[in-house]
């Protein structure tokens, strides 16, 4: 089973996307990238707009979020979270994570880290 990979929308095509994925393939899936389920995937954009058409001619204000929760996180094992860069969740990713708790599966949450640099260890000396 794969590992859904919830994050912001804002990192999606960035490097700091490509990171992640690798951080989440190391520890969690034996370095195998194919088992990480990354929503920023064309498939996925097309499921999201065709679950948002139906709904908008349903009369509900939902988006395609339905399509996320009803196609693809039932076919993940687990979840890996990411936060904005400040630490906080964000809604979407906050009730993914949710998802799966709701059904006992494991979730890890990868912080992203903003701790010293270079130049709070060494001063600016040039290392």
């Known amino acids: 089973m794969k590992i ?3 994050h912001p929308v804002n990192i999606y095509g960035q ?4 990171a992640f994925e690798e951080l989440i393939a190391q520890h969690l899936t ?3 990238r194919n088992l990480i389920e990354n929503p920023n995937q064309p498939c996925h954009q097309e499921g999201y707009d065709k679950y948002a058409k139906r709904l908008k001619e349903s009369g509900t204000s939902h988006k395609g979020m339905s399509y996320f929760y009803d196609e693809v ?3 993940c094992s687990g979840c ?4 904005f860069l400040d630490g906080r969740l964000g809604l979407g990713v906050a009730g993914e994570m949710k998802w799966f708790t709701e059904r006992d599966k ?4 990868a ?3 903003t701790g010293p640099i270079a130049e709070d260890l060494f001063g600016s000396v040039g290392y």
Do not use: K, M
């Open 4 to 6: 859904y990979f919830a």
């Open 30 to 32: 034996s370095g195998d």
């Open 15 to 18: 490097p700091i996307e490509t």
């Open 73 to 75: 996180l039932p076919n």
């Open 106 to 109: 494991p979730v890890w949450i």
């Open 111 to 113: 912080y992203p880290y």
């Open 80 to 83: 890996a979270g990411v936060p």
